[in-house]
Structures are given as structure tokens and as C-alpha cells.
């Protein structure tokens, strides 16, 4: 009876250990971008797999340099989201769980993209904040038409002695 109990004991601490190191996530966040490229992928196990273009600037060398993020996505629903993204050129903020332990047949990184989010979409072409797209002429703005001073009344007014204090 004894060794039921520590086999059962032993198999469920196994089991508490495996959960905690696959499917409980170590940090979660946001990264925001461009996806550079994503694709389905795989031998056995096909999964979503991708990388952000995170841009950068260099403090060192005062340039920009590019900085990557690679992650992968295990929900369809998501990972339409980001293909639509793609083949927009639009830029996203990807929410994502970091997993202790990444399994074959999870993807290929530890980081799981759970959300997508778009940003700005009426400006894909230009930068935040731009009104109208490259190779298009600036919106017209009409002159403002100078108004027409207002008459001032200029009756003047006698005081009476009634009215005077």
C-alpha cells in the first residue's frame, strides 16, 4: 500500500513539474514592429514562426540598427492576424508569453505570441501623425477670409436726475 502512495506521490510531483516548466509562463509582454518574416514550418510538427523588426538606435555608433524578435504562435486565429499584417506592411504590437521549456512540437522559441494588435493602420504608408500618403499632393487648405468688423453701437446715453446717484 506504501508503494502506491509513493508511486502516485512521485508520479503527480513529476506531472506538477512538467506542467510548471511547459504550459506556466515565465514573463509575459509587448513588442512592437514590423513582422520581417513569418512562416509555417516544420517537419513533423508544423508551427508559425516568425520575426519582428523591432528597429533600434545604436548609442555607440549613433546609427540605426536593426533588432530582431523571434517568436512563434500556436493559435490560427492569431496567426491570421499577423499574415494579414504581413501582407499589409502594417506595424503591430505582438503580446507574448515566455515559456521555461520549450517542447518540439510548440515551436521553435520560447516566446508564444498570444495577441495582436495593430498600429495605426491609416498611416501604413507614412509615419505617425503624416495626413496623406507619399507621391500625393498635401490636402488644400482654403485661405481664411478676413471678417467684416462688427458695428459698434455708439448712441450716447444722458443721465437724468432720476437716474443719477
Same mark, same amino acid.
Given at each position: 500500500?506504501?508503494? /502506491?502512495?509513493?508511486?502516485?506521490? +512521485?508520479?503527480?510531483? /513529476?506531472? @506538477?513539474i512538467?506542467?510548471y516548466?511547459?504550459?506556466?509562463s $515565465?514573463?509575459?509582454?509587448?513588442? *512592437? ?8 514550418r516544420?517537419?513533423?510538427f508544423?508551427?508559425?514562426? @516568425?520575426?519582428?523588426?523591432?528597429? @533600434?538606435f ?9 533588432? $530582431? +524578435? ?11 492576424? /499577423?499574415?494579414? *499584417?504581413v501582407k499589409?506592411?502594417q ?21 508564444f ?11 501604413? $504608408?507614412?509615419?505617425? @501623425?503624416q495626413?496623406? $500618403? ?9 485661405? *481664411? ?8 453701437d ?11 446717484l
Amino acid at each position: 500500500m506504501r508503494r /502506491i502512495l509513493f508511486l502516485l506521490f +512521485f508520479l503527480l510531483l /513529476i506531472f @506538477g513539474i512538467f506542467y510548471y516548466l511547459t504550459v506556466w509562463s $515565465y514573463s509575459d509582454g509587448e513588442r *512592437a514592429g514590423t513582422i520581417s518574416k513569418y512562416s509555417r514550418r516544420g517537419y513533423v510538427f508544423k508551427t508559425w514562426e @516568425g520575426v519582428l523588426n523591432v528597429g @533600434g538606435f545604436s548609442g555607440e555608433t549613433g546609427s540605426l540598427t536593426p533588432q $530582431y +524578435f523571434d517568436f512563434s504562435v500556436e493559435d490560427d486565429s492569431v496567426a491570421q492576424q /499577423i499574415n494579414q *499584417a504581413v501582407k499589409t506592411g502594417q506595424r503591430v504590437t505582438l503580446h507574448y508569453e515566455e515559456k521555461l521549456v520549450k517542447l518540439p512540437w510548440n515551436g521553435e522559441t520560447k516566446y508564444f505570441v498570444t495577441d495582436v494588435e495593430i498600429v495605426d493602420p491609416q498611416y501604413q $504608408y507614412g509615419m505617425p @501623425g503624416q495626413r496623406y $500618403y507619399p507621391n500625393q499632393p498635401a490636402p488644400q487648405t482654403q485661405p *481664411a477670409q478676413p471678417s467684416a468688423p462688427t458695428q459698434v453701437d455708439t448712441v450716447d446715453t444722458v443721465q437724468t436726475p432720476d437716474t443719477a446717484l
